[in-house]
């Protein structure tokens, strides 16, 4: 992706969920599952977004059982949020908070999930360009169906700085206007919630 101007879209990718709903026992963290590629859940997301942006901020828990060094591997830079467990919406802000205090000037952020790997490419590209083109928020829609990521325009700094609790960013969405961006790309509804999830 070419930048469209001086600055550019940090990729901030959600690594940080316990994810109860695939294991409640908490013995098999699902972003460290494989794929049928062999990539691990988090690195195949990892993958896509950093070959949209030229930064990605990967947020992740306390004792993450080896997520943090997988995705410093691949070349994100990692940050832990010690009070992951809170929300999503808490380690959200940790890490818009991360991304400013090393690189203030940004155009703003494309937010990716870490148990999202089937997003397209074509997506994220699409995603960043329309925020660096002047939209204030880019999310993606399949069909009638808003999905995920989803890029913020940096006037948004203030209020992602605020989130927390388990919403994320969905308020935002609530209350201001979001560019809808068509895309072929089924990927932007399937996440790794459960086993059953898993491709074979």
């Known amino acids: 992706m070419t930048p469209l ?19 409640p026992a908490g013995g098999r963290n699902k972003l460290l599952q494989r794929l049928p590629d062999g990539d691990l859940v988090v690195v195949a997301s990892a993958r896509k977004l950093l070959s949209s942006v030229p930064r990605v901020v990967a947020v992740v828990p306390p004792d993450d059982g080896g997520v943090a060094d997988a995705l410093r591997a691949l070349g994100c830079d990692v940050t832990v949020c010690p009070d992951a467990d809170s929300g999503m919406g808490l380690s959200l802000a940790h890490a818009i908070g991360y991304s400013l205090q090393h690189t203030p000037a940004v155009g703003g952020w494309l937010v990716a999930l870490g148990d999202m790997p089937f997003v397209a490419t074509s997506t994220l590209d699409a995603l960043a360009r ?3 083109e002047g939209a204030d ?62 491709p074979a």
């Open 137 to 198: 928020i880019a999310a993606p829609v399949f069909e009638g169906r808003r999905g995920n990521p989803v890029a913020f325009g940096a006037r948004h700094r203030a209020a992602l700085l605020a989130l927390d609790g388990d919403q994320g960013a969905r308020r935002l969405l609530g209350t201001h206007t979001v560019t809808a961006i068509a895309v072929l790309d089924p990927g932007i509804l399937r996440d790794i919630d459960t086993r059953q999830d898993l």
């Open 130 to 132: 329309a925020v660096l």
């Open 5 to 23: 101007n001086d600055l550019t879209l940090t990729g901030i990718l959600l690594a940080a969920g316990r994810g109860r709903r695939f294991d």
